[in-house]
Each structure stands twice: as structure tokens, then as C-alpha cells.
């Protein structure tokens, strides 16, 4: 068994952070500054801890640095493992893990729901159909437990039917030969 090969707690400061990636890139203080557009002062004030940088700030530096914003602002290191090792230890851990809690520490270490939320729909097996499908039932459910209690709402969903409208608007249009596109275009205009 695969025992824990990582250290979740060795936490670096933020001047430490962007000091080691600005190394690592071979970059001078002048060249990172010029590069947030700041003078090389402000710069020099964030590695040696007397100041950090704004929000707009640590931004860019992760860009520049090639580091998450994440692993600026916590000290905690983001690692990405080659395909294979990743697959061993996740395939090794989660023989001990239930699916809800597989899922939880999925939820907790991904930064970004929506794009992991795309990529497993592209990497899914089940048609987009049938997730549609799912999708419209918990819609139907929901749009009954509304009539009920109007006061329910349901952020998720609520966006979900915007989004749908949107594109059977966008679907029906398309359908519309050239004279009748440019008429609806132009009502929808007014």
C-alpha cells in the first residue's frame, strides 16, 4: 500500500514563494518587476517580506512565474505527478475510499469545478444525451417543488435554465432560413 509520499504541511511564506519560482525561471528582480509592472523597489519589498503584492499583482506574477495563485497565497506547494504515477496511486488509495469520499477530495483539490466538471464530461462514456436527460428530471423536479413553495430557489438550476432558453433560442434561429433570420434578428432587436 501506497503510504503518504507528500507533505501537505511544509508551507512556504508568499515572499519565499515567488523569490524560489522567479529562480526557477531564471528571471532577475528587474525582469519580474518590469514584467508586473512595478518598479524594482516594490518587487525587492515582496521577496524580503516587508510588503506583498496586491491581489491584480499576484495575478500576473502567477502567470510570469509559471505558479498557481493558490500555491502564492497559501506557501502550499501545487504538484502535478506524470499520468501514470497519478493513476497507481489514485487506483492504489481509492480501493480504501468510498465513492462519496473519492469525490469529496476531488471537490477539495480541484481549483476550478467547472473545467474538471467539462473534462470528465469529454472523458465520460455516457452520451451527453443521457446526462441531459438526468439533468431535465432534476429540472422537472424542481420546477414542481417551485410551484409549491415559491420562495425555493435554486441558483444551479436557475442558471441551468437560462442557459438552456439561450440555446434553444440559439438552435431555433440557426433553423431560420436567411429573410427570416434578418426579421426575428431585427424584432429581437428593437
Not at 525561471?25 to 514584467?35: I, P, Y
Not at 488509495?93 to 465513492?99: H, K, N
Not at 438550476?157 to 437560462?162: G, S
Amino acid at each position: 500500500m501506497i503510504k503518504q509520499k507528500f507533505k501537505l504541511d511544509n508551507k512556504m511564506a508568499l515572499n519565499d514563494v515567488i523569490k524560489d519560482a522567479r529562480l526557477k525561471g531564471n528571471l532577475k528582480q528587474e525582469d519580474a518587476a518590469k514584467l508586473v509592472g512595478v518598479t524594482v523597489q516594490t518587487y525587492s519589498k515582496w521577496e524580503n517580506g516587508k510588503t506583498e503584492p496586491k491581489a491584480s499583482q499576484i495575478a500576473k506574477l502567477s502567470e510570469i512565474l509559471s505558479v498557481s495563485t493558490h500555491e502564492i497565497c497559501t506557501g502550499i506547494k501545487s504538484e502535478k505527478l506524470e499520468l501514470i504515477e497519478f493513476m497507481k496511486m489514485v487506483s492504489e488509495i481509492s480501493r480504501g475510499t468510498s465513492d462519496f469520499e473519492l469525490k469529496m477530495a476531488i471537490w477539495e483539490s480541484v481549483d476550478d469545478d467547472y473545467r474538471f466538471i467539462d473534462n470528465l464530461r469529454n472523458y465520460s462514456s455516457i452520451p451527453d444525451r443521457y446526462l441531459m436527460a438526468e439533468q431535465n428530471t432534476e429540472m422537472q423536479r424542481y420546477e414542481a417543488e417551485k410551484e409549491n413553495t415559491p420562495d425555493l430557489y435554486n441558483e444551479r438550476l436557475e442558471m441551468l435554465k437560462d442557459v438552456q432558453s439561450q440555446q434553444e433560442e440559439e438552435e431555433f434561429v440557426q433553423g431560420l432560413d436567411g429573410q427570416s433570420r434578418a426579421a426575428y434578428e431585427n424584432r429581437t432587436n428593437k
